[in-house]
Nanobody, 119 residues
Framework: QVQLVESGGGLVQPGGSLRLSCAASGSDSSIRTMNWYRQAPGNQRELVAAITRDHTTNYADSVKGRFTISRDNAKNTVYLQMNSLKPEDTGVYYC?????????????WGQGTQVTVSS
């Protein structure tokens, strides 16, 4: 079983920056996609950014130009650099990955890390 552990959340002022990290452990299988989601109270969970093993990326329209997703395959770690943060970026950020093992795809989620953008 794969375990995902997020870190890097915190409280920042509007316009500030944070860098989130998510480390995967517990499996020797290759991880295909690693994504970041977020969820604010009363809102649905939304996809923020995604990155494949070959570093192809995709972003939500609301974060394009401000957030950058990257990954280190050797470390099985995905990062989310968040710049020019806005209050509407506030929420719990969750790391996600999918792994193929024994001919099946498996989904894994981290516990989440809180990001609060407030003056």
């Amino acid at each position: 079983q794969v375990q995902l552990v997020e870190s890097g959340g915190g409280l920042v002022q509007p316009g500030g920056s944070l860098r989130l990290s998510c480390a995967a452990s517990g499996s020797d299988s290759s991880i295909r996609t690693m994504n970041w989601y977020r969820q604010a109270p009363g809102n649905q969970r939304e996809l923020v950014a995604a990155i494949t093993r070959d570093h192809t990326t995709n972003y939500a329209d609301s974060v394009k130009g401000r957030f950058t997703i990257s990954r280190d395959n050797a470390k099985n770690t995905v990062y989310l650099q968040m710049n020019s943060l806005k209050p509407e970026d506030t929420g719990v950020y969750y790391c996600y990955c999918n792994v193929k093992a024994s001919g099946r795809w498996y989904d894994y989620w981290g516990q989440g890390t809180q990001v609060t953008v407030s003056s």
